[in-house]
């Protein structure tokens, strides 16, 4: 299959590990912002996690430069259009994108300013482009419950009008779902969709206490429900559905390569899977990628993949005339 051609469907990609890095170079050199190189080979080699890289939390330490071009209203809109522009290239017909609004506050921007401007980035992209997009919200488990409780209450407003849904994210400690239960349960009294960052990093415990305590829809990775029973058997039960990143999970180790991934056993035992980026720069990854990546290391036939598009359509957090019309791209596979 020739994946490039082939609509396609994201659901688990990050605004701030997908700048392009010539924007990186291009506001930093107007803003005076320092960076460890203009050269674009060089700060390429700054952005992209190896695949031989030590773990989540040396994976997250890519993140650092791009967040200091993201400060603006006019760059957070500019990158977000962009990377609906570049996954609109490669015939990503809808993607959904997430950021942490609470990073972008440190020249000053108001949360709502920063969420707006994101939001303004995608409306100008779905314009000009073949593409429809919506907006996740990201809390920081690494920051505190009321800072979660911040992102949902300043991100009511924006629900239906691009924003459908909350996540947690950053590094994942064992357990971590006890501490965000009220913010995350006021959510889905908002009406947020509930996708949440679990089982990542070796603890598949994460997982069933995302489904049963945060109500998750959806889990980021879920890769170490291979080890951990009751939270297998829920997903699959429940059908939540996984998005799954391979060369993500590399990078991370939560897999030594990608022979290993678990993404196959799972969909051929009747678990939602989803193909995803993650992070399009420090990944170094598109979708075209992530797709031949899993086809080729697992034999994945035209049908198979059908059924993973279909899986994403309807784990989207679209609306229903969005998800007929991806539907319908069904029929070009
Ligand atoms: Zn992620």
């Not at 605004?15 to 107007?30: C, N």
């Not at 773990?55 to 500019?78: G, H």
């Not at 259009?81 to 993607?95: I, P, R, T, W």
């Not at 990073?103 to 593409?131: P, R």
Request: hydrophobic share 40%.
């Amino acid at each position: 299959m020739n994946f490039s051609i082939m609509p396609k469907i994201e659901l688990h990609c990050h605004l701030d590990g997908s700048v392009r890095p010539e924007t990186i170079i291009d506001i930093a050199k107007k803003e005076g912002i320092s960076l460890p190189s203009f050269d674009k080979e060089a700060i390429k080699e700054e952005l992209i996690a190896p695949l031989d890289c030590e773990s989540l939390d040396k994976y997250l330490k890519r993140f650092s430069i791009p967040n200091l071009v993201m400060q603006s209203r006019e760059n957070l809109k500019r990158i977000t259009f962009e990377l609906f522009e570049d996954a609109a290239k490669e015939n990503v017909k809808y993607m959904e994108v997430r950021f942490a609004p609470l990073l972008h506050t440190q020249m000053g921007l108001s949360v709502e300013e920063i969420i707006q401007s994101v939001i303004e980035g995608m409306k100008e992209a779905e314009e000009q482009f073949d593409i429809n997009g919506n907006i996740i919200l990201s809390c920081m488990r690494t920051m505190s419950v009321e800072s979660a409780f911040e992102v949902v209450e300043k991100g009511k407003r924006f629900l239906r009008k691009g924003v459908v849904a909350i996540d947690l994210c950053a590094s994942e400690e064992e357990g971590f779902c006890g501490k965000f239960i009220e913010p995350i349960a006021l959510a889905r009294e908002y009406g947020f969709r509930v996708t949440i960052h679990a089982g990542e990093t070796g603890i598949g415990k994460n997982v069933l206490e995302a489904v049963e305590w945060l109500g998750a829809e959806r889990i980021g990775h879920g890769v170490f429900i291979k080890n951990c029973e009751e939270a297998y058997n829920i997903v699959k039960e429940k059908q939540v559905v996984l998005e799954m990143c391979p060369t993500s999970n590399v990078q991370t180790k939560a897999v030594n390569k990608f022979s290993e991934h678990p993404i196959y056993d799972f969909h051929r035992d009747g678990i939602k899977v989803t193909v995803n980026t993650d992070n399009r720069t420090v990944s170094d990854t598109t979708m075209t990628k992530e797709c031949d990546i899993v086809c080729n290391e697992f034999a994945m036939s035209d049908e198979e993949y059908k059924q993973i598009y279909k899986n994403s359509v309807e784990a989207s957090f679209a609306d229903v005339k969005t998800k007929e019309k991806l539907k319908k791209y069904l029929l070009d596979i």
